[in-house]
């Protein structure tokens, strides 16, 4: 099994990635990229692995992008679970993107903070309605008896709320990740890939090239 998993691996070699090509904005340069990610209709293509800390032990799951401007990048969630929790204690959060069919890969570290409530009350309000109705049946990490006790509170919340508009939980809503360091990873020949990263410095972007 251990020489099957060695002797997974693929050569890159769709494009390079040179300063001449940078966006001065690492913002603006990440809108670049997902333009194009969004042209190659990849599948879950908003999807990143959102890393925080408990109590100096890493922890990393997959999250959904769903908003990017000049201030960052947001999501949404829990505020009470595990990695709501996490961020509370520890605002030190990173991003990380991978979309292997462009052979690119982003990095994203920084500090994150909560959205508005008019920002995750807009956002709650375009939400499918078994969504919203799901936001308030799951206490997100806590441990359950059983998959039936999650049915049981779906039936109940969707009696509470039938003929009438989900309200947002007050425990759900959006954070947004403030980056100081972005790095813009493509994939080349001979592991010798390309690595470009965004690192703030006294407010002001500089871009550094990293050996692979």
Do not use: C
């Amino acid at each position: 099994m251990n020489q099957k998993i060695a002797n997974i691996r693929a050569d890159y070699s769709q494009n390079g990635l040179h300063e001449s090509e940078l966006n001065a904005n690492p913002l603006k340069q990440f809108n670049k990229w997902f333009d194009e990610v969004l042209k190659s209709e990849l599948s879950e293509s908003n999807a990143m692995l959102l890393s925080t800390v408990n109590n100096g032990r890493p922890t990393g799951r997959i999250v959904l992008l769903k908003g990017v401007d000049e201030d960052g990048f947001t999501f949404y969630t829990n505020y009470e679970s595990k990695k709501g929790q996490e961020i509370e204690a520890n605002p030190q959060v990173a991003l990380t993107f991978f979309w292997k069919e462009l052979e690119r890969q982003v990095r994203i570290e920084g500090k994150i903070e909560k959205t508005s409530e008019k920002d995750s009350d807009d956002y709650f309000a375009i939400r499918p309605r078994g969504s919203q109705i799901g936001a308030w049946v799951s206490h997100q990490s806590e441990v359950i008896e059983n998959r039936e006790f999650l049915e049981e509170k779906q039936k109940s919340f969707e009696q509470e709320f039938e003929g009438v508009t989900v309200p947002r939980p007050p425990h759900w809503g959006g954070y947004r990740v403030i980056p100081d360091y972005v790095e813009f990873w493509q994939g080349r020949p001979s592991r010798l890939h390309d690595r470009l990263a965004y690192v703030l410095k006294d407010g002001v972007w500089v871009t550094e090239r990293l050996s692979p």
